[in-house]
């Protein structure tokens, strides 16, 4: 079991980028990776899926603003989020081979 640690947080205006980082502490080569987000008062839902081979398929609320990206070789995967909306406004969590990170909070606001 990898432990996996989300970075890259903060707070944005709308239609700001940011880059979340999840780094792995094992190799998560052989693994689905998910990016996962919660808003308060909501269920977490998926945000998007990367497959081993870095095919993504996204949520349809962030198809076409986030790209999500993985570098096995350094055990990160990456969400790339453009034109940010303030219903983005969530705490983001990546999920690995049986391990989820502790979240990194995007809040989107004037």
């Known amino acids: 079991q990898v432990q996996l640690v989300e970075s890259g947080g903060g707070l944005v205006e709308p239609g700001g980028s940011l880059r979340l980082s999840c780094a792995a502490s094992?190799?998560?080569?052989?693994?689905?990776m998910r990016w996962y987000r919660q808003a308060p008062g909501k269920q977490r839902e998926m945000v998007a899926v990367?497959?081993?081979?870095?095919?993504?398929h996204y949520a349809e609320a962030v198809e076409g603003r986030f790209t999500a990206t993985r570098d096995n070789s350094v055990n990160t995967i990456y969400l790339q989020m453009n034109s940010l909306k303030p219903e983005d406004t969530a705490v983001y969590y990546c999920?690995?081979?049986?391990?989820w990170g502790q979240g990194t909070a995007v809040t989107v606001s004037s």
């Open positions: 999920n690995g081979p049986g391990s």
């Open positions: 094992g190799s998560i080569s052989n693994y689905l």
């Open positions: 990367l497959s081993k081979s870095g095919a993504a």
